[in-house]
């Protein structure tokens, strides 16, 4: 009887003990989930304001009548909001990181991300003087789609070019991805110094993560290593262990030269973390940084064949630079355009091969020669590059060859109209080089050429000349958008933006008159709030895409 007894006390207290874990643990969730919650609350009211400020600010600096004092202070008030929006989005994003987290795993173009990733620093980057670079060297993925997390490599990668335009005074900042061949070590790297301190349920949750990661089929899995270098002031050595800890900085004084929130590198190494990686810093004082992690992503689907992929006729081009990233990029990018036969030269170099060999395109590297003249308005083509003046002098003997100049974005427009009466000129932009818009100025020349050649042979009767403009800038069509957004100010800032673009907006107040206007008008596009009285984003489209279904049977 005894026994019996103690048997059933112990197993009453073993259902006792089992009912109030599985009590916490719900408590646990439920806090997650109202963190979550929150965080998404706050976020939202967060940036509804600083949008807000960012869009009407950047809108009036366009005014013409403004004094130079005005501008001053409207483009003060801008940058400012931008940082507030950078340490609001940091704290959010840490915030978020001991919850649950869920992968989202879809599938993406990881070229374009890195390029559009830093195109976002190329108005910072340029106003110091800073060249921005990509190169990515994935010779068995690069005509596949990849699957995995966009939005944390996005994040990642940001924090970390943010981290290398911001430290950097002058000099590039260059970010490159490469197939490793050996997985992901977790020893031997700076996130693990500081892995001890995360919390136990999100030490688990990361745990959990990771294994659903890992999942993937190993026949289409690849271990991708990024590397973001810059030629910044560098990091004592002593300093590097502790800067993957939340809220640390090189220099924590009181007197320090940059600000920030010391989260930055935190987040890259959880979120690194969340993706099965690893990540590591090295740096030396005067010498530059250079960040480096790794992660798992697995193959898509094959993209569409790009139309300059399959030409066989080749040209003979010419690349001038003294800069050997852009080199390496430029080369990356024509590859891929088995109509290119390019040789690259440095300034020097190309000034004797202009005129020792016919070349029929030439892509000139203006990103130098504007960097060390920012103050200086440029007048003329002959004071833009050694190489044009050279051509303006000989140019009746060389009719046959066209120019790509390849400038950052705030003087493309001061370069362009030095250059609008010249129909050999074609125009790229720079910091960072993407490679779809090199690609497409190429094309544009080799269509060009084609053209010629078929109206010199007879089997055209109409020779149409682009005028030096590349068709995917400028014949961009006027769109019809549907805005469905409830909150006066951010109507007010989409409309003036997309009327400074030409676009014409229809206005909805909430998602139910979004789904009352579409069913009786065509839009192009629907930019559509999630946030709405009546009926929310998210069930107006679902209700919009099933009204799309049904006029499709």
Not at 49 to 70: C, F, V, Y
Request: with cysteine; glycine share 6%; net charge neutral.
């Amino acid at each position: 009887i005894t026994m019996k007894m103690m048997i059933y006390y112990s197993m009453r207290r073993d259902e006792q003990n089992q009912k109030t874990i599985s009590s916490k643990q719900e408590n646990i969730h439920q806090l997650s989930r109202v963190k979550t919650d929150f965080a998404a609350s706050i976020s939202h009211e967060f940036r509804t304001p600083i949008n807000a400020i960012m869009g009407l600010s950047e809108l009036m600096t366009d005014d013409g009548k403004l004094t130079q004092e005005h501008r001053h202070i409207i483009r003060t008030i801008h940058s400012s909001a931008l940082h507030l929006d950078t340490i609001v989005n940091k704290v959010l994003c840490f915030s978020k990181l001991g919850s649950n987290v869920t992968l989202d795993i879809l599938e993406f173009e990881l070229g374009r991300l890195v390029e559009e990733t830093m195109l976002s620093f190329s108005g910072t980057a340029e106003a110091k003087g800073i060249r921005l670079f990509s190169h990515i060297d994935l010779p068995k993925v690069d005509s596949y789609m990849v699957k995995g997390d966009p939005y944390r490599l996005r994040q990642i990668l940001q924090n970390l070019i943010g981290n290398s335009v911001k430290f950097c005074e002058e000099g590039q900042v260059v970010v490159e991805v490469k197939e490793c061949e050996s997985p992901c070590d977790r020893s031997n790297t700076c996130s693990s110094s500081s892995s001890s301190s995360s919390s136990p349920s999100s030490s688990s949750s990361l745990d959990q993560d990771r294994i659903d990661f890992q999942r993937i089929n190993s026949r289409e899995k690849m271990v991708l290593e990024f590397i973001v270098r810059d030629t910044g002031k560098g990091i004592p050595k002593h300093c590097i262990s502790s800067l993957f800890e939340p809220f640390t900085q090189v220099d924590n004084s009181s007197t320090r030269e940059f600000g920030g929130t010391g989260l930055g590198l935190a987040i890259c190494k959880q979120q690194t973390e969340v993706m099965g990686g690893t990540i590591k810093l090295e740096s030396e004082v005067n010498e530059g940084t250079t960040v480096t992690f790794k992660i798992s992503l697995q193959r898509g689907r094959r993209l569409s064949i790009a139309p300059w992929s399959a030409s066989t006729v080749q040209y003979d081009c010419l690349l001038v630079t003294d800069n050997r990233s852009l080199k390496k990029a430029v080369e990356s990018c024509v590859t891929e355009m088995p109509s290119m036969n390019c040789q690259s030269a440095t300034v020097s170099e190309s000034i004797d091969l202009f005129t020792s060999k016919s070349y029929r395109i030439i892509i000139i590297d203006l990103g130098d020669y504007l960097g060390d003249q920012r103050q200086t308005k440029i007048t003329n083509l002959s004071a833009l590059h050694p190489l044009l003046a050279k051509w303006m002098i000989s140019k009746p003997s060389s009719k046959s060859v066209k120019f790509v100049l390849l400038a950052p974005c705030k003087r493309m427009s001061e370069v362009r109209q030095i250059a609008s009466d010249q129909k050999d000129i074609f125009f790229c932009y720079l910091n960072p080089l993407q490679k779809v818009n090199l690609c497409s100025v190429l094309w544009d020349i080799v269509e060009t050429f084609k053209a010629k050649e078929e109206f010199m042979l007879g089997s055209s009767t109409e020779l149409k000349n682009s005028g030096g403009f590349v068709k995917s800038d400028f014949s961009r069509p006027l769109l019809r958008i549907l805005l469905a957004e409830d909150n006066n100010v951010n109507v007010e800032v989409i409309q003036r933006q997309l009327k400074r673009l030409g676009h014409t907006a229809v206005l909805a107040g909430n998602g139910k008159e979004a789904v009352e206007i579409f069913t009786k008008a065509h839009f192009d596009l629907i930019l559509m709030d999630c946030n709405m009285p009546v009926m929310d984003g998210y069930e107006s489209t679902q209700i919009i895409r099933s009204v799309e279904v049904q006029q499709a049977s």
